[in-house]
């Protein structure tokens, strides 16, 4: 419970508005940024390998992802919202996924298979206006030039808030090699 606490502790105030109480991280805006931060460096206090497919969705890997020939076990969400979103929608699937690992280790579990957790970029679409980008375009179900030219309320491009973020949008791709490394996915969601 404590660790739970201390990480939710953490994201409680990033993209909340102050007047509404609600959350509004979109994406490849400073709130998404900064959660994506938080993501990297819990990752890192567990020692899980992170890596970013051709979107940019963040993967933490406990185990190597590429040894598995059924592929790995996967669960996550996403850590943007829409907008006046709730707390849990998204970050409570990324923080279980975290605390699962945290105890599989705990009881001295040693997995046959690697487990990752995935924190998807653009999944409500609030920004941009198609909701799943992170996982549509890395399946190809929503190309890369489509995905690109997408704008938000203020006409900005998905390439050019990308572009502003530090990000390469040119390197957005179906990643077949991403995919591959998934075996099982399982989603702890709550819609609010």
Do not use: K
Request: charged share 25%.
């Amino acid at each position: 419970a404590a660790v739970f606490e201390q990480m939710w502790s953490a994201i409680a105030d990033v993209g909340r508005d102050p007047v509404t109480g609600g959350y509004r991280r979109f994406a490849w805006t400073e709130a998404d940024l900064r959660m994506r931060d938080w993501f990297a460096s819990e990752c890192a206090s567990r020692g899980l390998d992170l890596t970013e497919d051709r979107m940019g969705n963040q993967w933490g890997w406990w185990g190597n992802p590429e040894s598995a020939g059924a592929g790995g076990i996967v669960t996550g969400s996403h850590l943007d919202s829409v907008p006046d979103g709730g707390a849990f929608d998204g970050p409570l699937g990324v923080v279980s996924g975290l605390l699962a690992i945290d105890r599989l280790r705990s009881d001295g579990f040693r997995p046959a298979r690697p487990i990752g957790v995935v924190n998807f970029v653009d999944e409500e679409g609030a920004r941009f206006g198609v909701s799943c980008a992170g996982s549509r375009v890395i399946t190809g179900a929503l190309t890369p030039d489509r995905a690109r030219a997408l704008q938000d309320a203020d006409g900005i491009t998905m390439a050019d808030a990308m572009h502003a973020a530090g990000r390469d949008p040119n390197h957005l791709a179906a990643d077949p090699e991403a995919l591959a490394r998934i075996g099982s996915f399982i989603e702890l969601h709550i819609e609010q």
